[in-house]
């Protein structure tokens, strides 16, 4: 509700009289439909009405000031009629207040701002989460959640004291802001907990941005008193509806995935994965090569596969893979056979020791031929018994 409510605090800012305003609404209804006239209500007179029966107080409210400018002669604004059928009609109200509609919208946005770094709050969030939820579930859409968190923030405060934590926290914010994309809703959770709403984002494209801001996060200094720091940070990753359908389960699935990246040793960022696996997954040891795709004069890599499934493969490897690098794996399904050539992106990469790391792909078969998924899933049907 809380982006639904500047939006309409937009319209009537940048409108230039009553009708222009009408007609913009009209149209900000035909996208989020009865909440518009909700979150309308409760902008221009502070009343909490149901989603229906702000509808009908606004088509009553048009008609009432029609008929009063017919009776008058002349146009009246469209606060006055607000004020006369809520005062004289409709009757809920005792007395208002009238507020200069300006000074309205800076009080709102000042009450959905994180004092600190400037982000929006935790409130909004929740209100901007809930309101994307409900239009991607309408609309068929994708939504993702990135949960942030400064890797050993309290060392920083104990170490540099809250001010100069402050400072940090107002940089990784000013990063976020920088980096991330208009459309994203960019929030301080609490503490040194940061959430970024992605709305209309696959997961997958979520966790490249997510990685992009990571690395930016790592690149940058920050200037102290007596000295420049280097900070790190973690995140996961979780996505509607592939992960879950509720706004709360959402968040906290996120949270888990970004406790997923601590765990893997921090400064990465993790996509929250469901034990339960989507594809049959089977134990494949096989020697591999890999090499990252479009780039002739890329090195090519040794590994060793792991498991197989026909979304993916986990392989390890010497060095680390960046995550969302488009790779090239040679592979052996069988010893007669030729290896197959897979196609795929960098998802997950986890370190186990000095050269030591396993890395998780997603199979891309749009770029790779048919025949390769159907001889996965045959050795894969073939060898099930084996396993389990």
């Known amino acids: ?16 009289d009553d009708d222009k305003f009408i007609e913009e609404l009209t149209v900000l209804a035909q996208m989020n439909e009865e909440e518009t006239y909700k979150a309308t209500i409760q902008v221009l007179t502070d009343r909490d009405l149901s989603p229906r029966d702000a509808k009908t107080a606004w088509i009553n409210i048009l008609e009432h000031r029609e008929n009063i400018s017919k009776i008058l002669d002349r146009n009246i604004s469209l606060i ?22 300006n000074n309205f919208e800076k009080m709102i946005k000042e009450s959905n701002r994180d004092h600190l770094t400037g982000l929006f709050n935790k409130n909004y969030l929740q209100n901007a989460l809930d309101q994307h939820l409900s239009l991607a579930k309408r609309h068929n859409t994708d939504l993702s959640i990135l949960f942030l968190d400064i890797d050993d923030f309290k060392d920083i405060n104990d170490t540099f004291g809250h001010h100069s934590g402050d400072i940090v926290l107002k940089n990784v914010a000013n990063t976020i802001n920088h980096e991330m994309r208009e459309s994203d809703i960019k929030a301080r959770f609490g503490g040194d907990e940061f959430v970024i709403l992605m709305p209309n984002t696959y997961k997958l494209n979520a966790l490249l941005l997510s990685e992009r801001l990571r690395k930016t996060i790592n690149q940058k200094k920050i200037a102290l008193k007596d000295t420049s720091l280097q900070i790190t940070v973690s995140g996961g990753v979780a996505g509607f509806s592939v992960d879950a359908d509720k706004a709360e389960n959402l968040l906290n699935l996120a949270d888990r995935a970004l406790y997923m990246a601590k765990g893997a040793g921090k400064n990465n960022i993790s996509l929250f994965k469901e034990d339960k696996r989507r594809f049959l997954r089977i134990k494949f040891h096989r020697s591999i090569k890999v090499k990252q795709l479009g780039f002739s004069r890329t090195r090519t890599l040794s590994g060793k596969s792991k498991d197989i499934a026909v979304g993916g493969i986990l392989f390890e490897n010497k060095e680390p893979i960046p995550i969302g690098t488009t790779v090239q794996v040679s592979i052996p399904i069988t010893k007669d056979a030729d290896p197959l050539l897979l196609i795929g992106t960098i998802v997950r990469v986890e370190t186990f020791g000095p050269e030591k790391y396993d890395i998780g792909m997603i199979l891309s078969f749009k770029e790779m031929e048919k025949t390769a998924k159907d001889e996965i899933s045959k050795f894969l049907i073939q060898n099930s018994d084996k396993n389990s």
């Open 80 to 101: 006055t009629a607000i004020s006369d059928y809520f005062c004289s009609i409709k009757k809920p109200l005792k007395s208002c207040k009238i507020i200069e509609i």
């Open 1 to 16: 509700m809380g982006s639904l409510k500047e939006s309409i605090l937009d319209c009537r800012t940048n409108a230039f």
